[in-house]
């Protein structure tokens, strides 16, 4: 029987070999998409969840609000908390630091660039990174001790036992000896925590300054809770212990903030560590948005409903089609289980064929869609445990959804009716309307969503930063160089050279380099009992030519005054007006333990992305390395000025990698995120409008085929092509308006929804909705209207010759 089946399901999905393949080629597409988003979306929700008791692991976080009342959170921690913790907090089984920075290794004349992190010898208790050398209570004991990676250790080892070996680090401006006593595993690629060794958070240049500094905040915090230990009794001994030691800050912040949510001026929170990955607030717009996540499962979830509606519509539309063999069946004696067997079992056999190609197709699409959406999907993705069992009940789902209905539809035929030719399906149904309506509503949903990205994501590129970012080149300084000396020597390369206009330095750099790092630092001081914050920025001479930035009181840096590299700065306006002055040239103002005098104000810039609101600056050439060498160049030869610049590097660095780029590119960068939604956005709404015009097609088909006798009856009574085409379409293109009605106040909210994670947005464009609707009229009229054109001219004698 099994056999008597398979070659009638093969024989009838040869007979309709056109809509075989359209069902093929849709649900193999819609399980290729939705497998690939899916993974993706895993891989990033299963970030940080390797660690053995990952839900015992915190980050700490400040949590106070601004004088509007809008919350102020910070995971920025100062030197001396984590002692008291492990001193006055009996809760906590272990702490550490954490400060990312990238430094330069050496050893013998060999120098290399590698991710040297700063943290306590309890990283590695907190952590569940295998030690593969070492003991886990002493290998970071000592000062001078130092854990390498597994791939660290063959760079720089070989085939060596790096075990007691000496290497030399550069902390800050200076080579120190270090000697390694662990080898811990690689990161995984799922890891917020990523590093190529470990040295002791004591190390650092600053750690003596500011070990006892309570209002100086720099790194993480970690925590790991014993056993038995909850996040809701440790938070109530935090807020004590808040409250002992920042007092001062509380009683300040008392005369005009307001409190937070829990109710208290500033509160010492918990953020699990499974939550890190996603914090866009605390770690400066760097998190990945769960939001994010969420919207590519949606994506492709709505590609494979499209996908089934497809199916659904065409077995459906050929149910009549195979009424007499079901009546025939039924008066043989086959039952509707039977039937619907057989029936289902049609489905089944395609939706096979489907799958296996859906994962050929996503395993050969895999460089491809890791390149384009900046995934690290392997093949191993494919064969987990929880990816196979996933895969396979979304297989039996959409088989059982796809092919249930239908199947049941076809076998609910009166075998008698069936038999006297009085079953047809000239009116459409309720259920195929609402289906073709949705998957048209998805379709202009994606459509209208891809539209507004693209106007967002060209806004944030056009609109003016203040800064003149074309023709300048960043260079990393690195670890290996002085930042200042560097500059001077580069100047000195560069000079007389026709196609440098100006070369300067600063602390931050414009845009995401090819360095990968970002920094940060921020002051908040008391001026004339006014409460001011500002970012603060190292830069160095010819930084207001080398970017653009107007001057609009005093004047720039100049090297003819000996206090600019002291003490003198520079302001934004909006630090000027915070600051209350209409004319500050000449004041003075004292953000830490040292006086400051204003001898000019800029036009206010962005120093960072159009995802925050641009902070007042403050510009100074006294505290902070150089750590980014600015170029600007002639605009007639880019790429000979990029070639020179490089030589002028090499010649100064003869080891280290040039990391040059053009600021416009740096600043292009900020919006991967965005352009790689807007990506998904723009390939989803393209495939799922393919796959409803195939839908709408195959439907399109069946219909006209249906109304053959009467199109030919219309044409001898004298109906012209052009209404018979807008006959056959109109009832189409009704559907499709109300599939557009129903998407665009959808589509509306979820865009001003995406629009509320940028300080600097467009307006919601009311003809993207008009475009969207447009687009997706044609298209279907386009779909339809070319069989509708094909009906309306055949010869009627031919429609009716069977009459």
Same mark, same amino acid.
């Given at each position: 029987?099994?056999?008597?089946?398979?070659?009638?399901?093969?024989?009838?999905?040869?007979?309709?070999?056109?809509?075989?393949?359209?069902?093929?080629?849709?649900?193999?597409?819609?399980?290729?998409?939705?497998?690939?988003?899916?993974?993706?979306?895993?891989?990033?929700?299963?970030?940080?969840r390797f660690h053995t008791d990952a839900d015992r692991i915190f980050r700490l976080y400040f949590e106070e609000?601004?004088?509007?009342?809008?919350?102020?959170?910070?995971?920025?921690?100062?030197?001396?908390?984590?002692?008291?913790?492990?001193?006055?907090?009996?809760?906590?089984?272990?702490?550490?630091?954490?400060?990312?920075?990238?430094?330069?290794?050496?050893?013998?004349?060999?120098?290399?660039?590698?991710?040297?992190?700063?943290?306590?010898?309890?990283?590695?208790?907190?952590?569940?990174?295998?030690?593969?050398?070492?003991?886990?209570?002493?290998?970071?004991?000592?000062?001078?001790?130092?854990?390498?990676?597994?791939?660290?250790?063959?760079?720089?080892?070989?085939?060596?036992?790096?075990?007691?070996?000496?290497?030399?680090?550069?902390?800050?401006?200076?080579?120190?000896?270090?000697?390694?006593?662990?080898?811990?595993?690689?990161?995984?690629?799922?890891?917020?925590?990523?590093?190529?060794?470990?040295?002791?958070?004591?190390?650092?240049?600053?750690?003596?300054?500011?070990?006892?500094?309570?209002?100086?905040?720099?790194?993480?915090?970690?925590?790991?809770?014993?056993?038995?230990?909850?996040?809701?009794?440790?938070?109530?001994?935090?807020?004590?212990?808040?409250?002992?030691?920042?007092?001062?800050?509380?009683?300040?912040?008392?005369?005009?903030?307001?409190?937070?949510?829990?109710?208290?001026?500033?509160?010492?929170?918990?953020?699990?560590?499974?939550?890190?990955?996603?914090?866009?607030?605390?770690?400066?717009?760097?998190?990945?948005?769960?939001?994010?996540?969420?919207?590519?499962?949606?994506?492709?979830?709505?590609?494979?409903?499209?996908?089934?509606?497809?199916?659904?519509?065409?077995?459906?539309?050929?149910?009549? =089609?195979?009424?007499?063999?079901? =009546?025939?069946?039924?008066?043989?004696?086959? =039952?509707?289980?039977?039937?619907?067997?057989?029936?289902?079992?049609?489905?089944?056999?395609?939706?096979?064929?489907?799958?296996?190609?859906?994962?050929?197709?996503?395993? %050969?699409?895999?460089?491809?869609?890791?390149?384009?959406?900046?995934?690290?999907?392997?093949?191993?993705?494919?064969?987990?445990?929880?990816?196979?069992?996933?895969? =396979?009940?979304?297989?039996?789902?959409?088989?059982?959804?796809?092919?249930?209905?239908?199947?049941?539809?076809?076998?609910?035929?009166?075998?008698?009716?069936?038999?006297?030719?009085?079953?047809?399906?000239?009116?459409?149904?309720?259920?195929?309307?609402?289906?073709?309506?949705?998957?048209?509503?998805?379709?202009?949903?994606?459509?209208?969503?891809?539209?507004?990205?693209?106007?967002?994501?060209?806004?944030?590129?056009?609109?003016?930063? %203040? &800064?003149?970012?074309?023709?300048?080149?960043?260079?990393?300084?690195?670890?290996?160089?002085?930042?200042?000396?560097?500059?001077?020597?580069?100047?000195?390369?560069?000079?007389?050279?026709?196609?440098?206009?100006?070369?300067?330095?600063?602390?931050?750099?414009?845009?995401?380099?090819?360095?990968?790092?970002?920094?940060?630092?921020?002051?908040?001081?008391?001026?004339?009992?006014?409460?001011?914050?500002?970012?603060?920025?190292?830069?160095?001479?010819?930084?207001?030519?080398?970017? %653009?930035?107007?001057?609009?009181?005093?004047?720039?840096?100049?090297?003819?005054?000996?206090?600019?590299?002291?003490?003198?700065?520079?302001?934004?306006?909006?630090?000027?007006?915070?600051?209350?002055?209409?004319?500050?040239?000449?004041?003075?103002?004292?953000?830490?333990?040292?006086?400051?005098?204003?001898?000019?104000?800029?036009?206010?810039?962005?120093?960072?992305?159009?995802?925050?609101?641009?902070?007042?600056?403050?510009?100074?050439?006294?505290?902070?390395?150089?750590?980014?060498?600015?170029?600007?160049?002639?605009?007639?030869?880019?790429?000979?000025?990029?070639?020179?610049?490089?030589?002028?590097?090499?010649?100064?660095?003869?080891?280290?990698?040039?990391?040059?780029?053009?600021?416009?590119?740096?600043?292009?960068?900020?919006?991967?995120?965005?352009?790689?939604?807007?990506?998904?956005?723009?390939?989803?709404?393209?495939?799922? &409008?393919?796959?409803?015009?195939?839908?709408?097609?195959?439907?399109?088909?069946?219909?006209?085929?249906?109304?053959?006798?009467?199109?030919?009856?219309?044409?001898?009574?004298?109906?012209?092509?052009?209404?018979?085409?807008?006959?056959?379409?109109?009832?189409?293109?009704?559907?499709?308006?109300?599939?557009?009605?129903?998407?665009?106040?959808?589509?509306?909210?979820?865009?001003?929804?995406?629009?509320?994670?940028?300080?600097?947005?467009?307006?919601?464009?009311?003809?993207?909705?008009?475009?969207?609707?447009?687009?997706?009229?044609?298209?279907?009229?386009?779909?339809?209207?070319?069989?509708?054109?094909?009906?309306?001219?055949?010869?009627?004698?031919?429609?009716?010759?069977?009459?």
């Amino acid at each position: 029987m099994f056999r008597s089946y398979l070659k009638i399901a093969l024989r009838n999905l040869w007979k309709h070999r056109t809509h075989t393949v359209i069902n093929v080629v849709g649900l193999a597409v819609a399980f290729a998409t939705g497998l690939l988003l899916f993974l993706t979306s895993a891989f990033e929700l299963s970030y940080d969840r390797f660690h053995t008791d990952a839900d015992r692991i915190f980050r700490l976080y400040f949590e106070e609000n601004n004088r509007d009342g809008t919350s102020n959170n910070s995971a920025s921690m100062p030197y001396p908390l984590t002692p008291a913790l492990k001193a006055e907090i009996p809760e906590l089984e272990a702490v550490t630091r954490i400060i990312w920075s990238s430094g330069g290794v050496r050893r013998g004349d060999q120098t290399y660039r590698k991710m040297v992190r700063s943290c306590d010898a309890d990283f590695l208790k907190v952590f569940s990174f295998p030690l593969k050398k070492g003991n886990i209570n002493s290998a970071l004991a000592d000062l001078s001790n130092i854990v390498i990676s597994e791939n660290m250790a063959k760079d720089v080892f070989g085939k060596e036992d790096p075990i007691g070996k000496s290497l030399q680090i550069r902390v800050d401006d200076g080579w120190r000896p270090f000697v390694v006593t662990g080898i811990i595993g690689d990161f995984p690629d799922n890891s917020t925590q990523q590093y190529d060794a470990l040295i002791r958070v004591e190390n650092k240049g600053d750690y003596a300054e500011y070990k006892s500094r309570w209002d100086h905040t720099n790194h993480d915090v970690f925590v790991k809770l014993k056993p038995g230990v909850t996040p809701a009794m440790l938070e109530r001994r935090l807020q004590a212990f808040t409250n002992k030691y920042f007092a001062s800050d509380i009683k300040e912040r008392e005369k005009d903030y307001p409190k937070n949510r829990l109710g208290y001026q500033k509160s010492l929170l918990l953020m699990p560590l499974t939550d890190v990955h996603f914090d866009t607030e605390t770690g400066n717009g760097q998190g990945v948005s769960r939001m994010y996540i969420y919207t590519l499962l949606l994506v492709g979830l709505f590609i494979l409903v499209i996908a089934c509606i497809n199916f659904i519509n065409l077995t459906i539309a050929q149910a009549v =089609g195979r009424a007499r063999e079901v =009546g025939v069946r039924k008066s043989l004696g086959a =039952g509707r289980a039977q039937l619907f067997g057989q029936i289902w079992g049609e489905t089944f056999l395609l939706c096979s064929v489907s799958l296996l190609i859906g994962l050929g197709v996503a395993w %050969g699409s895999l460089p491809t869609f890791n390149q384009l959406f900046s995934s690290h999907l392997k093949l191993d993705n494919f064969l987990q445990a929880d990816v196979l069992t996933v895969t =396979g009940l979304s297989f039996l789902l959409v088989t059982l959804i796809a092919g249930g209905y239908p199947s049941w539809f076809a076998t609910r035929f009166n075998a008698v009716e069936v038999l006297k030719g009085k079953v047809s399906m000239k009116r459409p149904g309720v259920l195929r309307n609402s289906l073709i309506v949705a998957q048209f509503a998805i379709a202009c949903l994606l459509i209208v969503c891809t539209l507004v990205m693209g106007q967002q994501i060209t806004y944030l590129r056009e609109k003016p930063m %203040g &800064i003149n970012e074309e023709q300048v080149i960043s260079i990393p300084v690195g670890q290996d160089l002085d930042g200042a000396t560097a500059l001077q020597q580069v100047r000195n390369q560069l000079a007389n050279k026709p196609s440098i206009v100006s070369v300067s330095g600063s602390g931050v750099n414009i845009g995401s380099g090819l360095d990968g790092n970002s920094s940060r630092m921020m002051f908040g001081f008391a001026y004339k009992k006014r409460d001011v914050r500002c970012d603060w920025l190292r830069i160095d001479f010819d930084y207001l030519k080398t970017l %653009g930035v107007k001057l609009v009181q005093g004047r720039d840096f100049s090297p003819t005054f000996g206090t600019d590299t002291v003490s003198s700065v520079l302001i934004s306006e909006s630090m000027a007006k915070q600051l209350g002055e209409s004319n500050p040239v000449g004041k003075f103002i004292k953000p830490d333990q040292k006086q400051y005098q204003i001898v000019g104000v800029v036009s206010d810039f962005n120093l960072y992305s159009l995802h925050q609101k641009a902070e007042p600056i403050t510009l100074q050439m006294s505290d902070g390395p150089i750590s980014y060498v600015l170029v600007r160049v002639a605009p007639q030869n880019l790429t000979s000025a990029m070639e020179t610049v490089k030589a002028a590097w090499s010649a100064i660095a003869p080891k280290q990698e040039f990391q040059g780029s053009f600021l416009n590119e740096n600043t292009d960068r900020w919006y991967r995120r965005e352009q790689r939604l807007s990506t998904i956005f723009s390939t989803a709404a393209g495939i799922a &409008i393919l796959l409803s015009c195939m839908g709408l097609f195959a439907i399109a088909v069946l219909s006209i085929e249906q109304r053959t006798k009467e199109i030919g009856v219309r044409k001898v009574l004298g109906a012209s092509v052009a209404s018979i085409v807008g006959l056959l379409s109109k009832d189409f293109l009704k559907l499709v308006l109300i599939g557009i009605v129903i998407a665009s106040p959808v589509a509306w909210w979820a865009m001003s929804q995406w629009l509320t994670n940028f300080a600097y947005k467009i307006d919601m464009p009311w003809w993207v909705f008009i475009l969207a609707g447009v687009l997706a009229v044609v298209i279907a009229l386009l779909t339809v209207s070319y069989q509708s054109i094909r009906a309306a001219l055949t010869n009627p004698v031919k429609s009716l010759r069977s009459e």
